[in-house]
């Protein structure tokens, strides 16, 4: 009998702690917010099944965020203003300071139109390299391309269009002054927005340099100098040298 009381009790025990939940915006899961830019939202996190007073915690990503004592007993709220496109992904964590393995979490889901940036303007020499790089954002994910004036062409194997995570690049090789156009970054969205970024790039003529025979030659007169200024001055040299030995010897 007194076996089966301390069973009843620990298991009584057990299932008050392990029925001991959380629940964010109403859900006892992680969940997701899709949100637009600018757009407010307040997450709510309430503990469930709790016989006593119970102090909660929240978190954004890694930082732990500061709210007030009276709203973090039993029931608490988080703000958010008006969410930007650096808070896509970020994830707001409701935890109970008692236990923090009892933990619920909300990742952000911020959809905003694409943002383009880049350096312009693009002056250079036929016969060089050049990228112009378009850096771009967007949620959700855009289709990315290059016009040239304003105009869709197929550009020759010189011209090379690759994608990083986050830029879309037109390599050149060897530009030629007829490469000099306007270049536009265009990023589609799947409802059909257009936003673009015009790049200018302007070809000069290649400006000739110094060959490299003339360099050469350059050197070598400098060395014959050099080496009949110290042969024309040998006697006057070696005369110095002995009478530095005869004063040594004296």
Not at 14 to 40: E, I, T
Not at 57 to 74: A, C, F, H, M
Not at 129 to 141: E, Y
Request: a positive charge; one cysteine or more.
């Amino acid at each position: 009998m007194k076996y089966l009381l301390v069973l009843t009790v620990f298991s009584f025990f057990f299932y008050q702690v392990r029925a001991l939940d959380l629940k964010l915006n109403g859900f006892n899961y992680d969940n997701r917010f899709d949100l637009k830019v600018n757009q407010s939202k307040t997450i709510k996190c309430d503990v469930v099944n709790n016989s006593n007073t119970e102090t909660l915690i929240w978190y954004r990503g890694t930082q732990q965020v500061d709210i007030k004592p009276e709203n973090s007993l039993n029931t608490s709220t988080v703000c958010l203003p008006a969410v930007a496109p650096d808070d896509n992904g970020i994830s707001f964590t409701c935890l109970l300071k008692s236990d923090m393995t009892i933990k619920r979490s909300v990742q952000l889901n911020v959809l905003f139109e694409p943002i383009l940036s880049g350096d312009t303007k693009t002056i250079t020499q036929a016969g060089q390299n050049v990228q112009l790089t378009c850096g771009f954002k967007a949620n959700p994910a855009v289709a990315m391309s290059w016009r040239q004036n304003d105009s869709i062409v197929s550009f020759p194997s010189r011209f090379e269009q690759s994608m990083s995570s986050n830029t879309w690049t037109l390599s050149i090789t060897k530009v030629e002054m007829s490469d000099t156009a306007n270049y536009t970054c265009v990023a589609v969205t799947a409802s059909g927005n257009v936003t673009t970024l015009i790049f200018e790039l302007i070809v000069g003529e290649r400006q000739p340099g110094l060959p490299v025979e003339a360099i050469g030659g350059a050197v070598v007169v400098a060395f014959l100098i050099i080496c009949f200024g110290l042969f024309a001055r040998r006697q006057k040299i070696f005369k110095q040298c002995m009478k530095n030995k005869h004063n040594t010897a004296m």
